[in-house]
């Protein structure tokens, strides 16, 4: 079970020529999370981050967007927890994964980048202990379209399967921090649980 949250780290690349694609999902995900809860981002330049701090399930959780590109994330994640003194195990790290299917949500306990390079790039600075929100966003069936899948445009049908799972991860989130990886897990997993209609 982790002990706490204190980070969650939407990865992405910065200005208005990524906002729109699936390879910002997790910038995404971490704007609806400062929504609900009151948060308004501020660019720290001593961290190279977007940062706002918010109180989710009476914890009080930093929510940061790295703005030095997704293959560089690690460097800004780091100098955030140096400051505040922040084990990686205490972060959450939400972003895209092309391993998963569209509306496919997964949450996962350390291990590798899979070959995710702002996954990679926090590894590198950091170490493997941190969680992952992996948002499904699908493959475009060739290794060589992966770049141009995920920096093009969403398409409408695209873009209403993010939005349903980030709401499920607005679900999951107090979960997590009340009840624990496990619980989170098994709501998250259990396909019975694991609806886009609100449940």
């Known amino acids: 079970m982790i002990s706490k949250l204190s980070v969650i780290a939407g ?60 293959n560089k994330s690690g460097s800004p994640i780091r100098a955030v927890l140096n400051y505040y003194q922040i084990p990686t195990d205490q972060v ?34 950091c170490d493997n202990q941190f969680l992952r929100l992996r948002i499904g966003v699908g493959h475009p069936g060739c290794k060589d379209e992966v770049i141009n899948y995920v920096l093009r445009k969403v398409t409408k049908e695209q873009e209403i399967a993010a939005y349903q799972n980030i709401n499920q991860a607005l679900k999951i989130i107090p979960i997590l921090i009340e009840q624990g990886v496990e619980s989170a897990m098994k709501k998250l997993h259990t396909q019975e649980n694991y609806k886009k209609d609100g449940d």
């Open 92 to 125: 959450l790290v939400i972003h895209d994964e092309i391993d998963l299917d569209v509306e496919v949500l997964k949450l996962k306990i350390a291990g590798g980048h899979g070959g995710h390079n702002g996954l990679r790039d926090i590894i590198s600075h």
């Open 11 to 70: 990865l992405g690349n910065p200005g208005p020529r990524y906002t729109d694609t699936l390879h910002n999902v997790g910038f995404a995900c971490v704007d609806e999370i400062a929504s609900n809860y009151g948060g308004i981002f501020s660019y720290e330049a001593k961290f190279d981050t977007e940062i706002t701090k918010v109180t989710i399930s009476e914890q009080n959780v930093w929510l940061i967007k790295p703005q030095s590109f997704m």
